[in-house]
């Protein structure tokens, strides 16, 4: 019989940081286009896992000189390769015990809901009456949180007691019935303290207005977040109302202008990886912010020896000549391909 160990241990060795399992009971009041099962009406378990964000990939955009490694390894390359590689061999060592699993190592992109949770309008519709809308979207945060992995964040963000706010989830559905961990009680993550929405660019996370919700039983809350808000200053952007054309940074999007932010040193803004990424703000707010606070506090295990952050914190200002005004000489290009 396939146990909990024996999953555990598998999925560590395949290259996941942090497992943990939910029993499905622990779904129990999910919304219809987040049930698990709505995928899997048979499923048992829900094994989550956690994949650090190497603290060095953040080096880059702290020093404010290279952007990229962020975005592709510590993100895009995350959540487009490694996760799914692991969780697809999870799937096939669990199915190898005879039970069937669902590889989520992916983000949803075919979801039905938007980032606030409500359907896409002429999007897609239930192939029968009490079915979901295709495609479904397990909440990633949620299913670690039932997982016994952490805490969800003030800033939204899940919270481990290993890495705060530095990792990515991936997510196993199975028919075998696993022994569930206990939900997270260890000492208290994340204290309020704000740094998250004082340091978030685009101003995207609500110091007052908060969203509840009730996960097995526990009363659960976290700040309101505006996605569009964060969509756009998480790419270096910031929306205005009128735009000279050689500020223009980003394609029209959400109806708004985008111009420059102080947090890009980018012309326009670069191009995906991944598929995803574009990360110029690097979670200033809740990443960076909120790991140099929890690293401050000593409540994570994994330690280092000198403090992540080293130098004031840089910012762009956009309205002077740069520092080497040779470069100006050229006319400044987008990156090719940079069109999506
Ligand atoms: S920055 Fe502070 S308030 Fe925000 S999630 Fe982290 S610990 Fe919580
Ligand atoms: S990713 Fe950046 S813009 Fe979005 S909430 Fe975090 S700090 Fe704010």
């Given at each position: 019989?396939?146990?909990?160990?024996?999953?555990?241990?598998?999925?560590?060795?395949?290259?996941?940081?942090?497992?943990?399992?939910?029993?499905?009971?622990?779904?129990?009041?999910a919304?219809?286009?987040?049930?698990?099962?709505?995928?899997?009406p048979?499923?048992?378990?829900?094994?989550?896992?956690?994949?650090?964000?190497?603290?060095?990939?953040?080096?880059?955009?702290?020093?404010?000189?290279?952007?990229?490694?962020?975005?592709?390894?510590?993100?895009?390359?995350?959540?487009?390769?490694?996760?799914?590689?692991?969780?697809?061999?999870?799937?096939?060592?669990?199915?190898?015990?005879?039970?069937e699993?669902?590889?989520?190592?992916?983000?949803?992109?075919w979801?039905?809901?938007?980032?606030?949770?409500?359907?896409?309008?002429?999007?897609?519709?239930?192939?029968?009456?009490?079915?979901?809308?295709?495609?479904?979207?397990?909440?990633?945060?949620?299913?670690?949180?039932?997982?016994?992995?952490?805490?969800?964040?003030?800033?939204?963000?899940?919270?481990?007691?290993?890495?705060?706010?530095?990792?990515?989830?991936?997510?196993?559905?199975?028919?075998?019935?696993?022994?569930?961990?206990?939900?997270?009680?260890?000492?208290?993550?994340?204290?309020?303290?704000?740094?998250?929405?004082?340091?978030?660019?685009?101003?995207?996370?609500?110091p007052?207005?908060t969203?509840?919700?009730?996960?097995?039983?526990?009363?659960?809350?976290?700040?309101?977040?505006?996605?569009?808000?964060?969509?756009?200053?998480?790419?270096?952007?910031?929306?205005?109302?009128?735009?000279?054309?050689?500020?223009?940074?980003?394609?029209?999007?959400?109806?708004?202008?985008?111009?420059?932010?102080?947090?890009?040193?980018?012309?326009?803004?670069?191009?995906?990886l991944?598929?995803?990424?574009?990360?110029?703000?690097?979670?200033?707010g809740?990443?960076?912010a909120?790991?140099?606070?929890?690293?401050?506090?000593?409540?994570?295990?994994?330690?280092?020896?000198?403090?992540?952050?080293?130098?004031?914190?840089?910012?762009?200002?956009?309205?002077?000549?740069?520092p080497?005004?040779?470069?100006?000489?050229?006319?400044?290009?987008?990156?090719?391909?940079?069109?999506?």
């Open positions: 019989m396939l146990t909990s160990e024996q999953v555990r241990k598998r999925a560590r060795e395949l290259g996941a940081d942090m497992v943990g399992i939910a029993s499905i009971d622990r779904f129990e009041g919304p219809t286009q987040m049930d698990p099962r709505q995928i899997m048979e499923a048992q378990s829900v094994i989550a896992m956690g994949f650090r964000v190497m603290r060095g990939s953040l080096r880059g955009i702290e020093e404010g000189t290279f952007f990229s490694n962020y975005s592709a390894m510590g993100y895009g390359g995350l959540t487009y390769l490694y996760i799914p590689l692991v969780v697809i061999n999870l799937c096939k060592f669990i199915e190898d015990a005879g039970h699993a669902i590889p989520i190592g992916h983000q949803s992109d979801r039905s809901i938007d980032n606030e949770g409500r359907l896409r309008p002429r999007y897609s519709r239930p192939v029968a009456p009490g079915k979901a809308a295709p495609d479904v979207m397990i909440h990633l945060r949620i299913a670690a949180y039932l997982a016994g992995l952490g805490e969800i964040g003030y800033s939204k963000v899940f919270l481990t007691p290993q890495f705060g706010p530095r990792q990515r989830l991936g997510v196993v559905l199975t028919e075998a019935a696993l022994e569930p961990d206990a939900i997270y009680d260890g000492p208290e993550l994340c204290d309020r303290c704000m740094a998250c929405v004082q340091e978030c660019p685009g101003s995207a996370i609500s007052s207005e969203v509840k919700v009730e996960l097995c039983g526990r009363a659960v809350e976290w700040g309101r977040l505006d996605c569009e808000a964060c969509c756009i200053a998480f790419r270096g952007g910031r929306a205005v109302e009128e735009l000279a054309e050689d500020q223009q940074y980003d394609e029209p999007g959400f109806g708004h202008k985008i111009a420059r932010n102080g947090i890009t040193p980018f012309y326009y803004k670069p191009r995906r991944y598929n995803t990424g574009e990360a110029i703000c690097g979670g200033r809740c990443l960076r909120c790991m140099i606070h929890l690293e401050k506090r000593g409540v994570l295990k994994n330690r280092f020896d000198k403090p992540f952050r080293r130098r004031q914190p840089w910012t762009v200002d956009w309205s002077a000549p740069p080497d005004s040779s470069e100006e000489s050229e006319a400044p290009d987008r990156h090719p391909g940079e069109r999506q």
